[in-house]
């Protein structure tokens, strides 16, 4: 097989910011043209978990989004901090904040991408089981989350319906169902 892969010859940072910076590159591809410019998406790493209760009831939220102006139901997550240990802290602190649960165990179920043509970033999925209540949202300043809960052939429903639309979630929906054996 040919080596695909480009020589980045420059790099140009146009924005930079706590969530989102844009890097404008000038790479070579193996044949020797020049591709300029090819902007980059820079992100954090992100978490997110297909989470069940103890009783077997999916945790969803609903939340607004801005990009779309629209409300949507999604399954937790988020950044990985600095402080995170590990991708699976990670995942715990973002469903203690966000739902107010924690969780007696964690499925590392792989990585995604939502556009790994422009985006620097991966997403790492988990399926967490054993839910449990402990205490209130901790949320952030610009987060204003409902947690809803559902069942499993209730969650089918919405995804059949088209009602949870971020792609990355419904990929880690979909590999959380499979570990599950309810596909």
């Known amino acids: ?78 950044c990985v901090d600095d402080t995170d240990a590990n991708y699976e802290e990670a995942i715990a602190r973002e469903l203690l904040e966000e739902t107010g649960y924690t969780f007696s165990k964690y499925e590392y179920l792989g990585k995604t991408s939502a556009n790994p043509s422009t985006n620097s970033n991966l997403m790492h999925m988990f399926l967490a089981t054993g839910g449990k209540l402990v205490k209130e949202q901790s949320l952030d300043d610009n987060e204003d989350i409902e947690v809803v809960l559902c069942t499993i052939d209730e969650l089918k429903l919405l995804l059949d319906n088209n009602e949870i639309i971020q792609s990355m979630h419904v990929t880690a929906i979909y590999y959380g169902l499979k570990k599950l054996g309810k596909l």
């Not at 040919?2 to 844009?22: A, G, I, M, N, P």
């Not at 404008?24 to 209760?53: H, S």
């Open 1 to 78: 097989m040919r080596d695909l892969k480009w020589k980045t010859l420059k790099s140009e940072y146009l924005f930079k910011d706590l969530w989102f910076t844009v890097r404008q590159d000038t790479c070579e591809r193996p044949d020797g043209k020049i591709v300029t410019p090819y902007y980059v998406y820079e992100f954090p790493t992100w978490v997110t978990a297909l989470a069940l209760t103890e009783d077997g009831k999916v945790i969803l939220e609903r939340q607004y989004r801005q990009g779309l102006g629209e409300t949507h139901l999604e399954i937790p997550g988020g």
